[in-house]
């Protein structure tokens, strides 16, 4: 990543304070690709028919395309200010990313110590991204086309934090652990749509585990966790029945992953438990989520390496056989490197879905950000090329 650092007196003409000597970083990442649907949602006459399509695409790659700007501010001492602005792009037509947010990715600034850790303020990630995200399939090499459906458990950063703080520790011998605090910013009520996140990961050698919880009030209410974007969220039928009218008043998630090396092996695991919590579309009843994830990447050579992954996700019954879906995964992915910034990449995704989702009718598969298709299979296929700057 090509790196711009920026003298003292250049930083005190853009933000109109002469500082201590400080680093601007400008950075980014572009991912477009040619995705083929076998089953997009397509309405006709409001229903959804689904139909083979071919797009150029930008949102479903293997690593969301953003800019940046970082900041650090060497204050002495061991002490530095930090900052942060993340835009996410729509590359096939140049808008923001996550709902048009304008930095929907991350903007916090802060205070850090290499003995105490780091605070920040902001929109930022939770726990689960900080520390467990990095050993699932999606965030480290597949992208929204390979997270968990509905991405549910966050493990693929799908959804941000809004007014957060965040604590972040130093490195203690390959133990880093923190957390997150949001506040709802609802007068009159302090509680609500607030939430916290806590989770910790320990890598050592080839080994590498991590654990996150996640809770959060009003989960579905707008500017929560699942609703923190410029534009409103739309959620798929496997959890739309638990968000909407009459929805859960708490969101619970609990996770664990990890992985290990083994010469040009790294093979990983994901569990994670979620519960929509007292719904009162179902008379105060809790909606759970298991979701099993095993992973595993090979490098062939310097340049090529092959990666895949199997995903299990089980959702109960909250009333009858509501709730009561079923989904497996599968995901194959090969990756060639050009150069350090730039490769090539083709990606392929199956689902199948079974039971009855949480609106009370057939589950239909749901890959990634697509949305519901029309019947409970669905495949893509995208072959796309990634360039870091």
């Known amino acids: 990543m090509r790196r711009f650092f920026v003298a003292v007196s250049i930083l005190g003409t853009v933000a109109g304070t002469a500082h201590a000597q400080s680093s601007v970083t400008l950075y980014g990442l572009l991912d477009e690709g040619l995705l083929f649907n076998t089953n997009a949602k397509n309405i006709v006459n409001g229903k959804n028919v689904g139909g083979r399509q071919w797009s150029v695409d930008s949102n479903t790659g293997t690593l969301g395309s953003r800019w940046g700007i970082r900041v650090i501010e060497d204050l002495g001492g061991g002490m530095n200010a930090v900052a942060v602005l993340e835009s996410g792009i729509n590359v096939s037509t140049g808008q923001f990313g996550q709902g048009g947010t304008a930095f929907g990715r991350q903007a916090y600034v802060g205070l850090g110590s290499k003995s105490y850790g780091t605070v920040t ?91 996150a919880y996640v809770f959060f009030k009003d989960p579905a209410a707008l500017g929560s966790i699942l609703n923190s974007n410029a534009s409103a969220s739309t959620f798929g039928s496997l959890n739309s029945g638990y968000l909407g009218a009459k929805p859960a008043n708490s969101l619970q998630i609990i996770t664990a992953g990890g992985s290990y090396q083994i010469g040009s092996a790294l093979i990983g695991a994901v569990y994670s438990n979620t519960k929509y919590m ?108 990634r360039h870091k700057f």
């Open 278 to 385: 007292n719904i009162g579309a179902f008379n105060g009843a809790t909606a759970t989520f298991n979701s099993f994830e095993l992973n595993a990447m090979y490098r062939i050579t310097p340049s090529f390496a092959i990666a895949g992954e199997y995903n299990y996700t089980k959702g109960n019954a909250v009333k009858g056989d509501i709730g009561d879906q079923t989904y497996n995964q599968y995901s194959l992915l090969f990756d060639y490197t050009l150069s350090k910034r730039t490769d090539l990449l083709l990606l392929g995704t199956f689902q199948s879905a079974s039971g009855i989702n949480s609106t009370g009718t057939a589950a239909v598969a749901n890959i990634g950000n697509l949305g519901d298709s029309s019947n409970n299979h669905q495949a893509v296929a995208r072959v796309e090329i």
């Open 121 to 211: 303020l902001g929109r930022q990630y939770d726990s689960v991204n900080d520390y467990v995200g990095r050993y699932g399939f999606a965030a480290a090499f597949g992208g929204s086309a390979t997270e968990h459906p509905g991405d549910i458990d966050n493990v693929n950063h799908t959804y941000r934090l809004n007014n957060t703080i965040k604590y972040t520790s130093p490195n203690f011998s390959g133990l880093t652990f923190g957390g997150t605090a949001s506040l709802g910013g609802v007068a009159g009520n302090i509680s609500q749509s607030s939430g916290y996140t806590f989770g910790g990961n320990y890598a050592r050698g080839p080994l590498g585990i991590a654990v």
